[in-house]
């Protein structure tokens, strides 16, 4: 049986045939990933969310037509960076990568990463798995909190599941899984976290 296969690596988004009765990659197919938009300030790391989706729909269209009886399309996507999206997936944000820096703006002489992990016990670490760090998506959206620019009515979105919800006309849906990659899972629990969620 073939599938298309797609992954929006840092450096290029890649499409290719895979068979997995020859157990074969074919077709192998890549683009340059959009680049980082240049009028941010310092340590921020914004791509434009619409430009991703147009790279992807190309090279999955291309993908499509060298082989039509694709049974469907796996996907690997980066982790950790984010999109705001509403619930219809439309983009309320460009793609904030998991290179931003912006959680480490001193405001106040704190930054959002210090007020996140001080709002930490040792429990909470390790029920999430591991430290924060920079660029996970839970402290990014803690300085866009701290900075006002939160809107109401926008959810954040990993990016593989953003660009499948463009791609698919449809609402975006996240595996509890993601809340790894967000910065939120509960290991043991094998969900979000929601206690620390309420918290932050």
């Known amino acids: 049986m073939r599938y298309a296969g797609l992954d929006f690596g840092a ?12 157990g074969t990659l074919r077709e192998v197919r890549r683009r340059t990933f959009p680049p980082f938009l ?26 499509m037509r ?11 996507s980066q982790m950790h960076g984010v999109v705001l999206c509403d619930a219809q997936g439309r983009p309320g944000s460009p ?12 405001v106040g002489g704190t ?5 996140v992990t001080a709002r930490l016990t040792k429990e909470d670490i390790g ?6 760090r920079p660029g996970v998506a839970l402290t990014t959206l803690a300085a866009l909190r701290r900075d006002g ?3 109401d009515g926008l959810y954040p979105t990993p990016l593989g599941d953003f660009v499948l919800a463009n791609l698919g006309a449809m609402p975006p849906v996240t595996s509890p899984t993601q809340a790894a990659a967000l910065g939120a899972y509960d290991v043991a629990a094998g969900r979000w976290h929601e206690s620390v969620l309420r918290r932050l």
């Open 11 to 22: 450096t290029f988004v890649k499409a290719a045939v895979l068979d997995t009765t020859a």
């Open 38 to 63: 240049t009028d941010r300030p310092a340590g921020y790391r914004e791509v434009d969310a619409l430009q991703i989706v147009a790279t992807s729909r190309a090279l999955l269209e291309e993908t």
């Open 66 to 76: 060298l082989a039509p009886d694709c049974a469907g399309c796996w996907v690997s």
């Open 95 to 106: 793609f904030i990568s998991w290179q931003d820096q912006r959680s480490l703006t001193l």
């Open 111 to 115: 930054s959002a990463f210090d007020a």
């Open 127 to 132: 029920a999430l798995g591991n430290e924060l």
């Open 149 to 151: 620019a939160l809107a």
